[in-house]
């Protein structure tokens, strides 16, 4: 079955630090992929998004994805974190038959 | 655009009671998805519809729950009889048309805080 899958369900970390979040999903088609963010009390709202071409792709606040095809990943990394990233982030893919799965989401806590 | 608007914000109730959960789409849009976040379940699609047709209802917990979309500007999520394990925040979120790798990003309203007694 199709699925998205997000490796960390909590990630704790200090301000400054880096952070790469992990997500593999599993369907051999063409997909679009995205990532959003929910700031506590907040919707989601996209971060960045991967259609085609190429496979870095930064996103708002300082953010960026990578698509590695050959893994079926899309992981989010920030190479310096602050206490505002303090956020659940959600994988999404949309798959070929205009469905998009969303992971569980990932709990980002960091530490002033 | 104002985006997503989502009405009420906030709903108490008793349980029993019907709850209507309103959603206006952002205009242009086609595409427009139901969703329910709990701490336990995480985010749930309930339903979605593309040019205010259902196409996907499997999430959709139970009869108890229904979706209309009676024009491109307007939805409802209904709840009847609601129950207290329906207490959730309820998103709605609308998208542009599709590109050819699939559905584009979704837009999201500020959801409905639901709290059934």
């Known amino acids: 079955a199709q699925s998205v899958s997000q490796h960390n369900h909590h990630v704790i970390l200090s301000e400054a630090a880096s952070l790469e979040l992990g997500c593999n999903y599993s369907?051999?088609?063409?997909?679009?992929l995205f990532w959003y963010v929910q700031y506590p009390g907040q919707h989601l709202q996209l971060l960045l998004k991967?259609?085609?071409?190429?496979?870095l792709v930064k996103g708002i606040k300082g953010f960026e994805a990578e698509f590695i095809k050959s893994k079926f990943s899309f992981n989010l990394r920030k190479p310096s974190v602050q206490w505002s990233d303090t956020a659940e982030y959600f994988c999404?893919?949309?798959?070929?038959?205009?469905?998009?799965?969303f992971g569980a989401g990932t709990r980002l806590f960091v530490k002033a | 655009d104002a985006g997503v608007i989502q009405s009420p914000r906030h709903e108490v109730t008793e349980m029993g009671q019907e709850v209507t959960l309103r959603c206006k789409p952002i205009?242009?849009?086609?595409?427009l998805f139901w969703y329910r976040q709990t701490m336990m379940r995480g985010l749930e699609l309930l339903i979605y519809?593309?040019?205010?047709?259902?196409?996907?209802d499997s999430g959709m917990p139970e009869d108890r729950f229904s979706a209309k979309m009676p024009n491109a500007s307007f939805s409802t999520l209904k709840i009847q009889p609601s129950e207290p394990r329906d207490s959730a925040v309820y998103f709605c979120?609308?998208?542009?048309?599709?590109?050819?790798?699939?559905?584009?990003?979704?837009?999201f309203g500020p959801g409905t805080r639901l709290t059934v007694l």
């Open positions: 369907y051999g088609g063409t997909v679009n």
């Open positions: 979120a609308s998208s542009p048309p599709a590109s050819a790798g699939g559905l584009n990003e979704q837009f």
């Open positions: 991967y259609f085609s071409g190429d496979p």
């Open positions: 519809f593309n040019n205010n047709v259902p196409i996907d």
């Open positions: 205009s242009g849009h086609d595409y």
């Open positions: 999404a893919v949309s798959l070929g038959g205009f469905k998009t799965i």
